[in-house]
């Protein structure tokens, strides 16, 4: 499975941004996938997830309320809708697969990764 992210930007604090995650290869629908972030500094972490198969969703409760996990199958493609976006929410930003019939929150439990987009949040 090949993942490639975009949409990264420089905005400021309350404009939206959309990311895009694009999958191709054998079976890329078959995975759930998902989105991390990292900061300077910090350990990668979770920020929403979705099963391929229903749409169910999972978010970090750092963004839920203001981020939206979103597929497109006939595309091939998962969206982050990320609302209301604070300086904190500053990171580069990975869509993962994974083949896990759940939806992990760990990112040693998804095996396929994107390169990262940045994103950039000014007060």
């Known amino acids: 499975v090949q993942l490639q992210a975009s949409g990264g930007g420089l905005v400021r604090a309350g404009d939206s941004l959309r990311l895009s995650c694009a999958a191709s290869g054998r079976a890329s629908s078959n995975y759930q996938t998902a989105w991390f972030r990292q900061s300077p500094g910090k350990e990668r972490e979770f920020v929403a997830g979705?099963?391929?198969?229903?749409?169910?969703?999972s978010y970090a409760d750092s963004v839920k309320g203001r981020f939206i996990i979103s597929r497109d199958n006939a595309k091939n493609t998962v969206y982050l809708q990320m609302n209301s976006l604070k300086p904190e929410d500053t990171a580069i930003y990975y869509c993962?697969?994974?083949?896990?019939?759940?939806?992990?929150?760990?990112?040693?439990?998804?095996?396929?990764w994107g390169r990262g987009t940045q994103v950039t949040v000014s007060s």
């Open positions: 979705i099963r391929w198969s229903s749409g169910m969703s």
């Open positions: 993962a697969a994974s083949p896990l019939r759940f939806l992990p929150r760990m990112e040693n439990e998804y095996n396929y």
